[in-house]
């Protein structure tokens, strides 16, 4: 299991990775869309490679970004049955997902996404628009977010089983770390309180 482990914390630090690096490809994709209204109100002109070049950056970054957000637990959940059971109970439930959901799915999109890709890569594939991008970048993020998705499901699953044999602490407990929403409400209240602190000197 101790080898399970590392190699667990080896996909972690691998979707960290990832994730940290990611956030970018969404500020480019938003300074090129930026650039491309100016220079299409501005100057009248505009290209499809620069639509296009946004979409292949938003897919990268919500496909590649996917391993990640199950790392951080951030994914959707309808936890209004389950959140009443034990946490052995929960952490059960979140096996017989990882195992009979999310591998099978991952793996079927991998099976089929995969010879898809190839075949772009052989023939060249381009874009139908005038002026579009060649496709198999875009399609390459498919296969690849998906198989970061199924490293990271194998990470939580043995996870999840270390817990339950006692090895290690609650793989779904918050670290302590914030959400973006609570270190936004935090930042409000601090300007509130030096706001109102400022009215009253005054």
């Not at 059960?92 to 999109?109: E, S």
Request: hydrophobic letters at 50%; aromatic letters at 10%; glycine letters at 8%.
């Amino acid at each position: 299991m101790q080898a399970l482990l590392k190699l667990s914390r080896g996909i972690d630090w691998l979707n960290s990775l990832v994730g940290r690096w990611i956030i970018w490809l969404i500020l480019a994709s938003t300074v090129i869309s930026g650039i491309n209204a100016i220079v299409r109100k501005v100057l009248h002109t505009s290209s499809n490679a620069f639509l296009e070049i946004q979409w292949y950056l938003f897919a990268a970054s919500f496909l590649l970004a996917a391993g990640y957000t199950l790392l951080q637990g951030e994914h959707v959940k309808v936890d209004v049955i389950a959140s009443r059971l034990s946490k052995r109970a929960q952490i059960w439930i979140d096996i017989f997902g990882f195992v009979f959901f999310l591998t099978p799915m991952a793996i079927a999109i991998l099976w089929f996404g995969t010879p898809f890709v190839l075949q772009a890569i052989q023939t060249g594939e381009m874009s139908g628009n005038a002026g579009g991008l060649i496709r198999w970048p875009v399609y390459l993020m498919i296969p690849a977010g998906f198989a970061l998705l199924l490293a990271q499901g194998l990470s939580e699953l043995i996870k999840r089983i270390a817990f339950l044999q006692g090895l290690i602490d609650d793989p779904t407990a918050k670290k302590g770390e914030k959400t973006a929403e609570e270190d936004l409400a935090d930042a409000l209240r601090t300007l509130t309180g030096a706001k109102n602190k400022n009215e009253q000197s005054t």
